[in-house]
């Protein structure tokens, strides 16, 4: 069974930056699609970015420009740099696979943006 595990979140200013990180265990994370999600406060889970085996990436309108996915398949680890923050950012953020069925979600990890 795969995990996932987020990290990288924190507290940053409106302007400010993050990385994120996401490492899966086994070896099926080279395999697929993979996915940041993440969910505000009272609001369902939303897609904010996917990025292919081969690293081609997809972004949700609200955050093209100001984040990049990528991925280390050697390291089994897919990242989200996040620059221009906004406090509509702030949510916890979570990696899968978009493909169901998808694997036991992860804690994730709180991003908030906030002066």
């Known amino acids: 069974q795969v995990q996932l595990v987020e990290s990288g979140g924190g507290l940053v200013q409106p302007g400010g930056s993050l990385r994120l990180s996401c490492t899966a265990s086994?070896?099926?994370?080279?395999?697929?699609?993979m996915t940041w999600y993440r969910q505000a406060p009272g609001k369902q889970r939303e897609l904010v970015a996917s990025?292919?085996?081969?690293?081609?990436?997809n972004y949700a309108d609200s955050v093209k420009g100001r984040f990049s996915i990528s991925r280390d398949n050697a390291k089994n680890t897919m990242y989200l740099q996040m620059n221009s923050l906004k406090p509509e950012d702030t949510a916890v953020y979570y990696c899968?696979?978009?493909?169901?069925?998808?694997?036991?979600w992860g804690q994730g990890t709180q991003v908030t943006v906030s002066s």
């Open positions: 990025i292919t085996p081969g690293g081609s990436p």
């Open positions: 899968n696979r978009p493909l169901a069925p998808t694997w036991p």
């Open positions: 086994g070896n099926l994370f080279r395999v697929f699609t």
